[in-house]
């Protein structure tokens, strides 16, 4: 498809806060580290040993697909922020279609654009598949009947009016899907409230739960979406990210609040802290929320889909071990 790229991954994009701030602080040995995000001890010993631990998490409700990774890399925190910044990370990949920035004062999807196939089934197929409320469906069901760019300008509206609610509301403002137990709102709650026993950062939990544009200047927020490639079609998503930095580090978190495809919400948390000896360890959560894995079968189901994403995940911390250079 004309277009399609693949974009640094932003969940290991992080800014160095200074040493000094550090030093003044007590550096957690990479043991400390493990047990603060939940792993077992059996994971907290391979971790001390240098190798990628991977868990599941305890599933936040029936639609959560739950995950943890951690690394030790044998480099200082300045070192791993200067390879990120030299984009040598390449991303745990994520094919990206289109993206931008959303003004949240003025919240507008108008450059965002859509295949022709993709428009047709927007137009035939508003709800379900795209992941709307019944009224939203049936706005741009009635703006189709002039034409998949009628579809397309209702369809651009409603995310709009999506991105500008959340802002001002927060998690709040998000409007269900249509269909029972299709909240993002609820599915955020869940991930937000695992995100803050993780990591138990008083300072962190504060931006985490306020309201976006109550945000309290401790950290960076911004609004974004995106077009990326779904199973068999576009998926258009709506994000949020929160970029905190601290004497204990950096913790970045990418919240989807909409998704019109293959999953209702996600929220990823990426911890970039510095342990004992010079090293740095990264950690990485992921709490994925779709209805495909609730019900009969979904415990099976949701073994399937965080096995493939740990694969994926546990690559690239192995691959950013051998890449990232120590002293």
């Not at 369809?155 to 249509?178: D, F, H, N, S, V």
């Not at 994926?312 to 192995?318: G, T, Y």
């Amino acid at each position: 498809m004309p277009g399609m790229r693949k974009t640094p991954c932003v969940l290991f994009v992080v800014l160095f806060a200074s040493t000094t701030a550090f030093a003044q602080a007590h550096v957690p040995s990479i043991e400390e580290m493990a047990r603060r995000i939940g792993f077992s001890e059996q994971a907290v010993a391979r971790a001390r040993d240098g190798e990628v631990i991977a868990e599941r998490l305890e599933s936040s409700s029936d639609k959560d697909l739950a995950l943890a990774v951690g690394a030790r890399i044998d480099a200082p925190l300045q070192k791993v922020y200067d390879f990120v910044q030299a984009d040598r990370l390449a991303e745990f990949q994520t094919v990206t279609l289109a993206d931008g920035p959303i003004d949240p004062g003025s919240p507008s999807l108008a450059d965002m654009k859509l295949s022709e196939a993709t428009l047709k089934k927007l137009a035939d197929d508003p709800g379900d598949t795209f992941h709307m409320s019944d009224e939203e469906a049936a706005t741009i069901r009635a703006a189709g009947r002039s034409g998949t760019a009628a579809a397309l300008a209702a369809y651009q509206e409603a995310l709009a009016a999506r991105a500008g609610a959340y802002w001002e509301k927060g998690r709040e403002g998000i409007t269900p899907y249509a269909g029972k137990g299709r909240s993002p709102a609820v599915d955020l709650l869940h991930a937000d409230e695992a995100a803050k026993a993780l990591f138990q950062l008083a300072v962190l939990a504060a931006e985490i739960d306020v309201v976006p544009a109550r945000n309290t200047g401790r950290a960076e927020h911004r609004l974004s979406w995106a077009v990326q490639k779904g199973r068999d079609q576009e998926a258009p998503v709506l994000i949020h990210r929160i970029l905190y930095k601290g004497d204990v580090g950096e913790v970045f978190v990418q919240r989807r609040f909409y998704s019109a495809y293959d999953y209702d919400s996600m929220e990823i948390v990426v911890g970039v802290l510095p342990t004992q000896g010079g090293q740095s360890a990264i950690f990485y959560t992921n709490h994925t929320y779709t209805a495909q894995v609730s019900g009969f079968g979904g415990s099976a189901k949701r073994s399937i889909g965080t096995k493939m994403l740990q694969k994926d995940v546990v690559a690239e911390m192995q691959r950013a071990q051998k890449t990232i250079p120590g002293d």
